[in-house]
């Protein structure tokens, strides 16, 4: 699916929805695609004196960016990182869209500017609630991701987590290796808790280098969530998957919050979970990754 032209009867639908919630006339004059999603489209739209970020999908993917939006509150109700405020939602026809505030994050950043975001980051974890999950289901990119309420981290991890992506990953046909060494972990997984009990604290849940921008005050921004309330281990572990944050990132976190000691193990089995969703999403390539971390936490746990 391709982001229509500015003339298609979608931006008509979406401008009208724009205008009803901003309280605010919004006549489309633009059309901008943007390039990089992989599990959307997306464009910049504008009428010469405004403009917003719009992301795409198909119809039945309305629930996805309804999550989205709450998500992004409640990332912004912490006070500590900024996100693009969600501005509307909905479907026309074949398609979902979500309308979001176009910061116009920028990849240029110094490394005072990584340091904030990791201060910003560890000041978000503080906000804390009594279990773990969240009051809804998400997903984590298009695949769904469940959070219901445990009190128990390890078995909300162990069946809403990585079993669960050990369960998709069989019917999508991947068992033999992948399925024994992980219902092996599965069933050792305390191992890595005998000392230490997360709080449920907020996280943004998908934080890959992809998700972070600086705008152009160097003030760091956060998009595309997964959210919900864990262990903050498993974001901090996160960003170091796929490329890594810089050093300065993560002198600032642990000015504000350190990190236990026992993270530099249980970050292997944190990040596992994003490589079996990969897995899960993107075919076979992450197999033999997936299957090396996980003998490699089994390792760690003799």
């Not at 808790?193 to 890959?208: E, K, R």
Request: aromatic share 12%; with cysteine.
């Amino acid at each position: 699916m391709s982001v229509p032209a500015p003339n298609d009867s979608l931006w008509r639908c979406v401008g009208a929805a724009i205008a009803d919630r901003t309280r605010h006339p919004f006549t489309l004059t633009h059309v901008r695609p943007v390039p990089g999603g992989c599990i959307n489209n997306t464009a910049v739209i504008g009428d010469g004196d405004v403009s917003y970020f719009v992301k795409l999908n198909s119809a039945q993917c309305v629930d996805m960016f309804e999550a989205e939006a709450e998500g992004l509150q409640e990332l912004s109700g912490a006070g500590a990182l900024r996100v693009p405020s969600p501005v509307c939602f909905g479907t026309v026809h074949q398609h979902a869209w979500l309308v979001l505030e176009n910061l116009g994050a920028v990849t240029s950043h110094t490394s005072a500017d990584w340091h904030l975001a990791g201060r910003g980051l560890a000041m978000m974890h503080r906000q804390r609630q009594e279990a773990y999950g969240w009051h809804r289901n998400n997903t984590i990119g298009s695949t769904p991701q469940k959070n219901d309420y445990c009190v128990d981290w390890v078995e909300f991890l162990r069946k809403q987590r990585i079993g669960y992506q050990l369960d998709l990953a069989a019917r999508n046909g991947y068992d033999g290796r992948l399925q024994m060494l992980g219902r092996s972990l599965l069933e050792r997984l305390p191992g890595l808790f005998t000392n230490y009990v997360p709080d449920a604290s907020l996280l943004h849940g998908d934080l890959w280098s992809g998700n972070i921008g600086f705008v152009e005050s160097g003030q760091p921004v956060v998009f595309d969530p997964a959210v919900y309330y864990g262990d903050r281990e498993t974001d901090v572990a996160m960003t170091e998957l796929f490329g890594g944050f810089a050093q300065d990132f993560y002198r600032g976190y642990e000015e504000i919050w350190p990190l236990d000691h026992g993270y530099r193990f249980r970050k292997h089995v944190y990040n596992l979970y994003h490589l079996l969703n990969h897995l899960n999403l993107f075919g076979p390539g992450y197999l033999s990754q997936c299957e090396s971390l996980i003998a490699h936490a089994l390792a760690q746990l003799d």
